[in-house]
C-alpha cells in the first residue's frame, strides 16, 4: 500500500507521454527519417530537465527511498562503449518503434503485441546480467 503514490505517479506519465505522442510508432519514424523535430524536443526538454534534477539532487543531498545517499558514477573515458551501447539501443528502438518506457505505455493502451519486445528487452537485460562480469567496462 505504500508504493501507491508510485504506481499514481507512473498512471499519470503514462498519460503524459500518450499525450505527448511519445508512444507514436509514426512519432518515432518521422525521428529516425529526420523529418520532424518532435521527438527530438521532447528528447531535449527531458534531458535539460534531468540536467537541472541531478544537479539539485547534489547540492540538497537527497537519499533514496531507503534513506541512503545517492551516489552517481564516476565519468567513463572510453567512448567506444557509448557508441557500441548507443548503436543497439538505437537499432531496438527502430526496429521495435518503442524505447523502455513506452513500451509499457503501449501494454498499457492494449497493444499486446508489444509484449513481445518486453520479452526480449527482459531477457536481454538477463542475460546482460549473467555476461556482465566478462565484459569490458
Known amino acids: ?39 527530438y524536443g521532447v528528447i531535449g526538454s527531458a534531458l535539460v530537465l534531468g540536467i537541472i534534477f541531478i544537479q539539485f539532487s547534489k547540492r540538497k543531498g537527497i537519499k533514496s527511498l531507503s534513506g541512503q545517499p545517492i551516489l552517481l558514477a564516476e565519468k567513463q573515458k572510453s567512448i567506444l562503449r557509448y557508441l557500441i551501447g548507443g548503436i543497439i539501443f538505437g537499432l531496438g528502438w527502430a526496429l521495435s518503434g518503442a524505447c523502455p518506457g513506452p513500451m509499457f505505455v503501449l501494454l498499457g493502451f492494449g497493444y499486446a503485441p508489444i509484449l513481445i519486445v518486453i520479452i526480449g528487452a527482459l531477457l536481454g537485460t538477463f542475460l546482460y546480467g549473467l555476461v556482465r562480469q566478462k565484459l569490458p567496462h
Not at 508512444?23 to 527519417?33: A, K, N
Request: aromatic content about 24%; hydrophobic content about 60%; glycine content about 6%.
Open 1 to 39: 500500500m505504500k508504493y501507491i503514490k508510485f504506481l499514481a505517479l507512473g498512471v499519470v506519465f503514462g498519460i503524459i507521454m500518450a499525450k505527448a505522442q511519445v508512444i507514436s510508432w509514426y512519432r518515432i519514424y518521422e525521428m529516425f527519417r529526420f523529418e520532424s523535430f518532435h521527438m
